[in-house]
């Protein structure tokens, strides 16, 4: 299966919000494959259907250092966070190059549908707990960088651009 197209910041199309996905079938399947190659393909932590141009509330992950522990998350919802927050260095395969310290809670559980939409929850920590909740904020239509202060986003636009008309 070909590699899908990661859309790169400040692509507009990354400000759409998903919508749940209704039924777990063999579409939707397809598509996770394709996301899991593609996120690996790119050494990527986490993807969510969003960057694909794919608007369903879809993501995948593998924080292992292994990277042979694929997690899908379809249709997720925090179901408990942590009063206490984590600051973490994060990046992301649409703002590539670029790593700012974000502060986001420590812990968080997930309840969400696996690729066969059965029901689960996952306690996450660590990368983990930052992958999820990075993931999840581009299912709503934020990236990473809209955390950061208008000066900064504005240097992280005007150098993506830059390089995507150096790149075209
Ligand atoms: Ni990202």
Known sequence: ?????????PDPRLYTVAKPVAVVDDRVRKLVAAMLETMYAANGVGLAATQV?????????????????PVVLINPQIVRQSAQDKEWEEGCLSVPGIYDKITRPAEVRVRALDAQGAVFEMDADGLTAVCILHEMDHLL????????????????????????????
């Open 1 to 9: 299966m070909q590699n899908l197209t990661i859309l790169q910041y």
């Open 53 to 69: 141009d794919v608007h369903e509330r879809i993501i995948v992950l593998d924080t292992s250092e292994e990277r042979n522990a």
């Open 141 to 168: 239509g934020k990236v990473f960088v809209d955390y950061l202060s208008p000066l900064k986003r504005s240097r992280i636009k005007t150098k993506m651009l830059k390089r995507q008309r150096q790149a075209a």
